[in-house]
């Protein structure tokens, strides 16, 4: 498995604070059979703003620390980046993108979308940029409205669950609609966006309620097909639920019952 969205990048924003935790979750994520990992620290100005150089600096160390530890999981490099005005112009200089794609994953503000939200997102995509929305399901103005996310991938935008919200971690309400996106297909990628603060991965125990409530075929998509693509430059399907109820009948009744 592939995880897009995580804060181990040591010493450089919210998440892991030292390289010691770091390596410690690092092997985790490979007893839970992550491949390879995203080093998605904020990037939200002025807060977190770090210069490229002591980020290439910190992923340097991190993988000469992990291969010490004899841990074989490929590391990324990208950002969680905040949408404000004019972040298109930036994100080439300061290295902001998935592993040097045009893959983005960026967030917004958690309790109301911002007025110009579609505006800075139109941007991104004219720019020929693939913004993937982080932890949809927990942005007020989804959870009030979940519909919205269909309008927003039809922008052109992918979508991002976070595993801790299938598991209720944030909450029933985050929870209730992790679970109705995942259903109607809305989400393109799950990952962990681990911040190093519990020393627990439990980031596959998502994956095997997937495979449980819905198919090995979704479970699939989300941490491993789709993550591939990005690395490659593959077309990753907007929406893919109506090709999936074609093969399985009764494909989201099963998660209901």
Known sequence: MIDIHTHILHGVDDGSPDIKISIEHLKLMQEAGITDVF?????LRPAFQNPVELITKRIAELRDAAKKE????KLHRGAEIYL???????IESEQLSLADTKYLLVETNMT???ADL??????????GYKPILAHPERYMNVMMKPSIVEDIIHKNVYMQINSSSLLGHYGNSIQKTAWRLLEQGHAHFLASDNHCRVPIYDHNLAVNLIRKNIDDFTAD????TNPV????????EYFYVKSIQKEKK????????
């Open 221 to 224: 998509l989300l941490t491993k």
């Open 70 to 73: 004899n841990i074989n999981i």
């Open 112 to 114: 109301e979308f911002p």
């Open 39 to 43: 080093l998605t620290s904020h990037f």
């Open 118 to 127: 579609y505006h800075i997102l139109y941007e991104l995509v004219r720019a």
């Open 229 to 236: 693509k990005i690395l490659t430059g593959e077309k990753i």
């Open 84 to 90: 404000d005005d004019g972040i298109h112009n930036i």
């Open 250 to 257: 009764g494909f989201f009744s099963r998660f209901f019952k």
